[in-house]
Nanobody, 116 residues
Framework: QVQLVESGGGLVQPGGSLRLSCVTSGVIGGINPTMGWYRRVPGKERELVASIDSRGSTNYADSVRGRFTISGQWAKNMVYLQLNSLEPEDTAVYYC?????????WGQGTQVTVSS
């Protein structure tokens, strides 16, 4: 069982920055485990924001590429998401995700609100 706890969300003005952190507990493994961030806007499905695998390969949604940066510390079971140049459209609940042995685990989510 893997447990995840996110932190770092909040209210920020357009153009501002935030850094989300996720600490995980439990054994993470498998052929190619990944850690990532998803977000959900009310009325819409949860979407991938960014992910990183154990080899360091990253993947970003087109809408955030160049503005957001994902990083991970596998030895400490932590993953981060740096959000820069935030836009009102980035307002959502952000969820940390771990894929371990083919099973997805989720955090409770942290709210990010971009508004003037």
């Amino acid at each position: 069982q893997v447990q995840l706890v996110e932190s770092g969300g909040g209210l920020v003005q357009p153009g501002g920055s935030l850094r989300l952190s996720c600490v995980t507990s439990g054994v993470i493994g498998g052929i190619n485990p990944t850690m990532g961030w998803y977000r959900r806007v009310p009325g819409k499905e949860r979407e991938l924001v960014a992910s990183i695998d154990s080899r360091g390969s990253t993947n970003y949604a087109d809408s955030v590429r160049g503005r957001f940066t994902i990083s991970g510390q596998w030895a400490k079971n932590m993953v981060y998401l740096q959000l820069n140049s935030l836009e009102p459209e980035d307002t959502a609940v952000y969820y940390c995700n771990v894929s371990s042995y083919g099973v997805n685990f989720w955090g409770q989510g942290t709210q990010v609100t971009v508004s003037s």
